[in-house]
């Protein structure tokens, strides 16, 4: 099984600043996608965004982009200009060929305002 | 929006009591997943189905879990005897067989309560 790690519990940011998640896995496949996914108290999980392993342009989704260092295995999560509603856990995967996901064991961010 | 349906949202019980949660994914979704998630940690995959078949069920403790999804729809998972330890949030996912697009949508979660 893939293996993937999340080594911050847990992240504060103040509102309006930057905050950056770091993940990283271990694979010996070369085709893969890697997630981050969202969850919120008491909320059910989302995808927040997504990376093919084949592109080396990072993911952006509005104020949420990635730095995906595939050599390194690492795939971090940046929050630009961080809200309130961004507070919950937060979840790195990895989709390998099997299509199978597996889950970091998450960061939790709490958004100071 | 399409939405993968879970019930029930809530159970308690006792130890030693059999459990079942239920779980409908978004229609055409091939794939299901039943994920154990204890409070605190990430998800941890018990089973999961390519439309009726299994496709791995490893890490489910076949003592005393047990899943179905008879018509490549819907899926039950029960826990019978259920114990102290089994008390998670049980959740559901689907997704899209073999796309290279493929993403997990999840359901809002069984939480269980073993007492």
């Known amino acids: 099984a893939q293996t993937v790690t999340q080594s911050q519990p847990e992240m504060s940011v103040q509102e309006a600043e930057t905050v950056t998640l770091s993940c990283t896995y271990d694979t010996s496949e070369s085709d893969y996608y890697l997630f981050w996914y969202k969850q919120p108290p008491s909320r059910q999980m989302i995808l927040v965004i997504r990376?093919?392993?084949?592109?080396?342009q990072n993911a952006t989704e509005n104020r949420f982009s990635v730095n995906f260092q595939k050599a390194a295995k690492s795939f971090s999560l940046k929050i630009s200009d961080s809200q309130l509603g961004d507070a919950a856990m937060y979840f790195c995967?990895?989709?390998?060929?099997?299509?199978?996901?597996?889950f970091g064991t998450g960061t939790s961010l709490t958004v100071i305002p | 929006e399409a939405e993968v349906a879970q019930s029930p949202r809530y159970k308690i019980t006792e130890k030693s009591q059999a459990v079942a949660f239920w779980c409908d994914p978004i229609s055409g979704h091939a794939t299901l997943y039943w994920y154990r998630q204890i409070l605190g940690q990430g998800p941890e995959l018990l089973v999961q189905f390519q439309d009726e078949s299994v496709v791995d069920d490893s890490q489910l403790p076949k003592d005393r879990f047990s899943a179905e999804r008879l018509k490549g729809v819907d899926s039950t998972l029960k826990i019978q005897p259920a114990e102290l330890g089994d008390s998670a949030m049980y959740l559901c996912?689907?997704?899209?067989?073999?796309?290279?697009?493929?993403?997990?949508?999840f359901g809002a979660g069984s939480r269980l309560t073993v007492l």
């Open positions: 996912a689907s997704s899209l067989s073999h796309s290279g697009a493929n993403v997990l949508t």
């Open positions: 990376q093919e392993a084949y592109k080396q």
């Open positions: 995967a990895y989709r390998g060929t099997g299509n199978q996901f597996y």
